[in-house]
């Protein structure tokens, strides 16, 4: 298949990486709905690890089992599908080469009480690769305590990845006693999250989607003395997206708690808007029955294609 | 020996997993009584390490001795016997090849004072091998703050035992400073360890017989919205299997504490009415005497023989 | 030198070992005046690591020298000496081949304050190997908070032995914030003690000898309920033995403090009507003078000689 | 390009490094404006890791491009760029070849409350060879009670990069709860600091201008008794030269915070007058705007030209 | 060269170590002034590191040179000159060959606050092999709480040390928690030390020269009841000589803080009559300058030539 200009775009700003890797992001640029626009939508499932079964799967009981996660990515034309090493190992050999998947290396629950958060690797680049993988997944929390803990078992996990040409996706996270609840979404510290997972060697990054709050005195005079527009969702975006390298990584938004679609489309809307490079969209996803589910990722893949 | 449909169906959920992984599974359902049914009766001894010796073996004396177990799960028909590396390394050469075993890999004693439950590392997937094993046995505690620490060694160890082909057996006991006492058995924390368990890799999970208690809030309200029949153990097995990747990885049940024969049967016919794939019983077995002892496997093995 | 029966029932307790290790038991079992009894009595001595030098050797100046037990082990005929790493560096080329050597691959000083005991590992398997000796020596504290990251380093330190046919002797010594003082020796804790370490692994153990007191209450409870005798010290020992897998584990007793020969005698004639495989005695030996020591280690060796 | 006798002469101070080493060394010496003085200036962009993008690169937008800095340490003539492994993976291959790279291997972000400072280690060895960097860059920081852990880390870090031929670069930042807020630019403690970063091995130093203040009262005791003389920054500069063993490593001074251009050069004049062997000049570079950039490190260039 | 006598007897108590170790030893034994004697005086400057650079050097400026270290063990006929990593690296092209060379592998500055003393490993056995070491230096406290992770990274070092054929020598400071301050030089503590060092493995050990105070109740009971003489340091210095293998491990002894000559010179006398194997004097010898250090080092050297 022939790349378009903007994926030959998109591809450029990761010139210093081998064919291996370049090829990876070719086959999650080049799948499903949004093939060759360089938007990405994934289905990403591992609230089941992250808030237990009964939470995450209740409303649509089917998505207990784990094939129902792989189907829906497939037939949603997502661009891929993220999980925990257990469903993929349920499902990888059945499903194998039907639509580009990511390994979601660490995962936490809900169960302990912890003071730092630190999510425990559960997973490898080697279980990646035999499972067929196109990348592999990672959370951190900047604000925690454990960060450094973290970033370097990503380093490793990076460099492992990088040697054998996998996509390394971080899901950067902001959490822990250096911040407020509030702060974890606030703008400075989500465009800080997004910078700090682009130096880590990320090649796709996800956060969640930003509020106007700001959370850093320093920051906050910043913003002030350069009347940096943040007051709707796409004004956001487009500083989350500047300071992503200026836009040169692959920085796309968690669709957040379950909410009505017309909320989840309008905040994807703006979203776009705002140059976001796509969306991840779990439990408004899985959680929703199959045919809703299906009619909600049309859209938000067809308000991505339109915002080309 | 040709599978049988039911073991052709179990297979076939472990698609993924490589040839010497998928032997050592037919191993363990081809073997003993209850070969063929897609069902496991195993023996579990390591109590002289996690209670001690006397606690453990004073009711039946021929208990302190390793080989007594060997020929206690072999004579009884059960699928396979579980034990730590001393039991083991005591017994296996002379039993070799008469029932399948399974190491324990990790183990805890009541000595010491702990803030953070926490099992020991005791044995590895070289010692499995060396000793003839099936496969590898691994406790975690969710809810304990050291839970990383284990759910990270176990990442280690199921990463060697599928090199090696070796199954995985994860002990899921919720225990720790996130949990009330009563906690550890709740229905919702039961699904959740098995959850956990699944996603880390497990090939075979053993939980606990849940209670009908509900620790968590945000779980409460979703059996209450869903109206999820939790009121009988086999209500709440089935619960539990369902929150096992639909039924798609092989969840067992513990006998607890030892109790009454009649208690212990009513339990096991909840369970197998419930759909769970069998049952572990350690102490219930070992502390009766040896003809008591057979009786009651006999008798555990055909409940679940009948419910197929 | 053809096999007693005896040390042929002991080496069938220990048949899933490789034949190097089983050439290293024998080499125990069939050196110096108790060749082919079974029965071992060996010199440790470590005690210029874990209470310093004058402590240890003022009482008879000629132990400064690392030569002078290496000597006094040879001449009395024991089955073995064991110590640390820089002793048998000292000594182990010129006694190459006279007397079995046991390098103890951990150590404990008294000059620090610490809230959790644990020995340093202050040796390696590499290092035994490179000075002839026929195995390792490794010290457990069961009821310590660090008691975990004991056992796992042991479990490394086993896994290598045994790959490299070393026989591995556990000094299992319950100590720690889980236990009362006196709980350190009680039968209870004994017992569990030498159960723990059979679990590890260990071929053979060394204990204190146990008192009549009972430190936990579950214990307690059943020591009464099923009348188990521990009265006597050769009660307690015959308690110790069966705990250490029903007799089918070499365990071995400690002479404790420096006291009168006659007490020292009287305990090992207990231990040995109680079914103890024999004593390790160290400031018992080489506090006393060279003469009296070769006479109180030629009378306990006359006592196992009898035992059998 | 034959050597000056100036850069023979520094190579003579590392006659130990072998060949590899010595190359990259040359390359940095010999590159841009200061090409043959054996003084550098170098570009270092690590703020928006340090301090987040706004706090960064809001002053300068067009500094939220990994690219603009290459382009900026190129066309300034600088001697090297140095920068996080996300910056460099996004420009290394476009400027391949065209300014000496140096890879930042350890950052620290200020999301987080620590009590004890330490930077995570963020990138590898193996990624500056990937990348065709001429060497490395580690941040430590004497004064924390993390320092150990930064020493041998660093020590991991310079023993692999020596064995492949990089250059060290060490940033020496005294920090932590040893020292008072203003201690951290003390005149001891910056020598100290830069004598620590020597012994550990470091080809190159980076300090911060260091003022009058004394910290610690038994350095005070000797800058009394022998009058050495700390009024100027210069003389402060010379005894820090002094410091790093008497001239003989190659050390280089910060700019510190965003100040005025006359401040700034004020400082690097006496700085240059007192033996510096060059600036490494972030904020106040790529915070101003390209043209004024250009003029400051070109004006810097300059003192440096005529200071040998 | 042909070996003396007393030499021969040296190397007869090391007979257990490789030749590679053995020839170190020469190395060692047969250079500079006391060449043959079976006496050691060794240059060791880590003071830079250990008391920051003007704490060090301001007395004799010419001492920031690391260069100006070698040429004075080398005018001044030491038996070695030890340093850590940056100095060697400094200067160990230029004076290859020239005077024996021992690396010193960990240390320790002064501008943190610790709780529990350690030193950071900041060199490797590597770095040693490749700057022509005859040997590395490693600290211990014993008496601190980190002391095991001290004696567990001494293990690691000594093996491959021994593997690779050099000398080990161990400075072993009693410091920490539990001693008193005066209890750091008490003579039972420092007998223990230089027990625990050599039992490490070690094959040359440094310790101070010991105080009349006891610090620990039971060993002052030992003291006084075999009646020890430990009133001259002579005495001190007999016992501690006694605690170190009885004198078949190499003791020597560091010259304290810089006093007067005849205060130094006066202590040497003692400790040489007492048998010590020689001193180790940094700050008297390099604080000097260099005419009266000469001075000194070759009134220490023929004092224990005397001592013959």
């Not at 196109?134 to 803990?149: E, F």
């Not at 040409?165 to 606030?186: C, D, K, M």
């Amino acid at each position: 298949m022939a790349l378009t200009t903007r994926v030959e775009q998109i591809l450029s700003w990761y010139a210093a990486e081998n064919p291996g890797t370049l090829t990876n992001l070719v086959r999650l640029f080049n799948h499903g709905a949004l093939s060759g626009t360089g938007k990405l939508v994934i289905l990403p499932v591992d609230q089941g690890f992250e808030h237990g079964p009964v939470r995450s799967f209740a409303p649509n009981p089917e998505a207990y089992d784990p094939d129902y996660h792989f189907q829906l990515a497939i037939d949603s034309g997502c661009s891929a599908y993220a999980a925990p090493l257990g469903s993929l190992q349920a499902g990888a050999a059945r499903f194998a080469g039907q639509v580009p998947v990511i390994l979601k290396l660490n995962n936490s629950d809900t169960l302990a009480r912890v003071e730092q958060p630190i999510s425990a690797v559960t997973g490898s680049v080697e279980d990646a690769l035999r499972l067929g993988c196109v990348g592999v997944g990672y959370t951190i929390y900047p604000g925690s305590g454990a960060r450094n803990r973290m970033y370097e078992d990503l380093r490793e996990i990076t460099l492992e990845a990088r040697r054998k040409g996998l996509v390394v996706i971080v899901w950067s996270y902001p959490r822990g006693a250096g911040l407020s609840r509030q702060g974890e979404t606030a703008i400075d510290v989500c465009a800080y999250a997004a910078t700090i997972a682009a130096q880590l060697g990320a090649h796709i990054i996800k956060v969640k989607p930003p509020t106007a709050h700001i959370e850093q005195e320093e920051a906050k005079k910043m913003y002030e003395k350069y009347s940096i527009p943040l007051q709707t969702l796409a004004d956001r975006t487009r500083h989350v997206v500047q300071a992503t390298f200026n836009g040169k990584r692959v920085v796309i938004f968690s669709g957040g708690e379950s909410r009505s679609t017309d909320a989840v489309l309008a905040d994807v809307r703006e979203m776009a808007a705002g140059g976001s490079f796509g969306s991840i969209m779990g439990r408004n996803a899985f959680q929703r029955p199959r045919a809703e589910a299906l009619r909600l990722l049309s859209d938000v893949i067809q308000i991505y294609k339109s915002a080309r």
